[in-house]
């Protein structure tokens, strides 16, 4: 992960907002572009001079658009937008949430639309270079005129309200700013629209999302395989003659990655060698998954496209010929659609992975496997209550993965009629690629537990590779155990990638 993310607003990766959200990277201010914001910031004062009436500059907002402003009190209006709009509820987004919307808003408020001061820039950066973060609060936004509440929050201890969180300690905003260094600002005309009329909570949750489900699709498929070779799975079924008349890219990938993860494993079987086929939790591994991939390739490519686009309003451009004009760019329709795609793929791949972990416990399906995993059942439960775990955590899946962005309710009488809520969508699927990397972290522990009732060393080379970071940490089961520490830490080997990791030291790059 990089140390440093220099910022332009046109080149930030999704890596790079885990960098800094995550990992704490320091950011930077591209060369170049600090001749663009006040470009920008010209432009407005120019208008202002010029006594023109522009949209939240110098009018009210939303359903007051009408109402005019005097200019000995446009320094009080943006003030007023920020401690109104802070009215979010319930819990505190984590630090990693908060720090990832405060990059995403310095990104896109730097590309020299938004009419910013340079001093309101630098406060942001400030704050993330040394760890100012704001308290902001999980729900209240609709995800239309932008995340207002959630990012209205974010803007308070820039001004000195609210509360942040500094060095560990939860404090008044202003006296985390004090302590860190960094001097508040006052908000001029244009100031505060520019800093809270964006998608960027949603963003966040979306971006983090995004990156953790990116590596989760191919942890899939290494546990997928484990599991596969732990049952004798046939291998016919990922020939790539199959999948070549049916050659959707993500079920090519996927078959391609279960093909090299089972290279010379002598514990698969072939077609009609000891059955003639596999349930559908083994056999349409590829379509499964690679359908998930497909729908994951598009929101993917939204979330990429967003990160890097402009979202307030009224929008300044300050060219030739020059214009603010008011438009709709801070609705959250295209990240609220994918961002509840997001969170059914997810679901598939834990209902999916949820059902093998039922194969592998089930002595009725698994194949001579001992019933739940253990030798002396009965007076060892072995691994029968884990499968309840994933089938309570896919059920609760289902119902976070209705779609948010399917409901609208008008907001500021009736100005704003239509609205995307694709925060509640974004937040959702956060939560269900958690559910989904237990699921699949439950289904890594039943799988190696199963291959020590075969021959492990007839495994495959990229199952073998799972199995034996597995049993880096966790033991053999032999009797019952206290077992959540155990599904602790095959979940921080999901979670971290550390499983990908290993895997791939092994077989190389997989799809």
Known sequence: MKKVVKVNGSSLTIEDVVAVARFNAKVELADGQEEIILKSRKFVED????????????????KFSTVSISEKELDLLQKNLIISDACGVGENFDTEIVRAMMVLRLNSIIKGFSGVLMSTVNCLMEMLNKGVHPIIRSKGSVGASGDLCPLAHMVLPMIGLGEAEFEGEVLPGKEAMKKAGIDTITLKAKEGLALINGTQAMMANATLAVYDTEKLLKQADIIASLTIDSLGGIIDAF????????????????????????????LVTKQGEVRMQDSYSLRCIPQVHGGSRLAFDYVKQTIETEINSVTDNPLIFSGEDGACISGGNFHGQPIAIAADT???????????????????????????????????????????IPQYVAAA???????????????????????????????????????????????????????????????????????????????????????????????????????????????????????
């Open 47 to 62: 208008a202002l001079d010029a006594g023109e009436a522009i949209y939240g500059i110098n009018t009210g907002f939303g």
């Open 342 to 384: 997001l969170g059914i793929l997810v679901s598939e791949i834990a209902n999916i992975s949820e059902r093998r972990i039922e194969k592998l416990v089930n002595p009725a399906l698994s194949h001579g496997l001992p019933a739940f995993l253990v030798k002396h059942g009965g007076v060892n439960d072995g691994f029968m």
């Open 239 to 266: 020939d790539e003659r199959v999948h070549l008349v049916r050659p959707h890219k993500g079920q090519l990938d996927t078959a391609q990655n279960i093909r090299n993860l089972l290279k010379d494993s002598k």
């Open 393 to 511: 955590l896919v059920s609760e899946n289902k119902v976070l993965a209705h779609p948010a962005c399917v409901d609208s309710i008008p907001t500021s009488a009736n100005q704003e009629d239509h609205v995307s809520m694709g925060t509640i969508g974004a937040r959702k699927a956060r939560t269900i690629v958690d559910h989904a990397q237990h699921v699949l972290s439950i289904e890594l522990l039943c799988a190696a537990q199963a291959a020590d009732f075969r021959e492990v060393e007839k495994l495959g080379k990229g199952s073998r590779a799972a199995y034996d970071l597995v049993r880096e940490s966790v033991d053999f089961m032999e009797n019952d155990v206290v077992f959540y520490p155990e599904m602790d830490k095959t979940f921080e080997m999901v979670k971290s990638g550390k499983l990908l990791d290993k895997v791939e030291e092994v077989v190389g790059k997989l799809n």
